[in-house]
């Protein structure tokens, strides 16, 4: 098995970069420094003309975007219990995982880079005062979520949905949202930070949970 994952330190990367430990496979971590540019490099470009992560190669196939990464390691890594297996358990999970992707991920993008958005710099100012309080609600659905986990979002497993999870929180603290305000995700994240596998990814990235800072008073 010959696999490839591109991923960025503090990226949306990091679930399937989680997902690829936690399976306990080979896989060839390949960083990419988004700060540096490095995603819009010649070669990068090549492999990715959107000049994302994250890339999963596989046996020379490239493969882009979270969700089909993740649903083709979960074909090919049962034992990573990426998604659970069947029902309606599978369903909801796969459908928490959509919204995460396709709704609360951009909402802190038109945050973290409204540049993408709109070249007017009052419109983006406005943009990112806009889009901390929708990324606050979406957070807040995620604590309702974190508030059943029994004992990970979707059952008995770890899976890419608690990967995500960590992520978006995390990112909230750029955003100034304080993680401990969230106690029920705060304390999932941290427990699955804390799984030896997990721990290896985040090590690898040279993550630090909080990035919250309070406001100087
Ligand atoms: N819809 C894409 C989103 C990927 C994405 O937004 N990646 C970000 C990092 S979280 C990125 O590579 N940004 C670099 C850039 O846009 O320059 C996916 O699901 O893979």
Redesign the pocket.
Known sequence: MSLKLFF?PG???FVPHAMLEIAGVNFEPAMIK?HKGE??TADYLLLNPR????VLVDEGDVI????AILLHLDAKLPQAHIFPASGQARTHALSMLAWM?NTV?PTF?HFF?PQ?FSDDEAAQQAMRTFAVERYRECLQEIEALAAKASPWLFGEHPGAVDAYALTLLRWGGYAGIDPTTLPATWALVQRFAALPAVAQAVERERLQLNVYQAPAT
């Not at 000049?51 to 994250?54: E, F």
């Not at 882009?64 to 969700?67: A, D, G």
């Open positions: 960025a990226a949306c990367s988004l995603q819009r000049g994302q992560v994250p882009t975007q979270i969700v992707n991920h993008t880079m993408k």
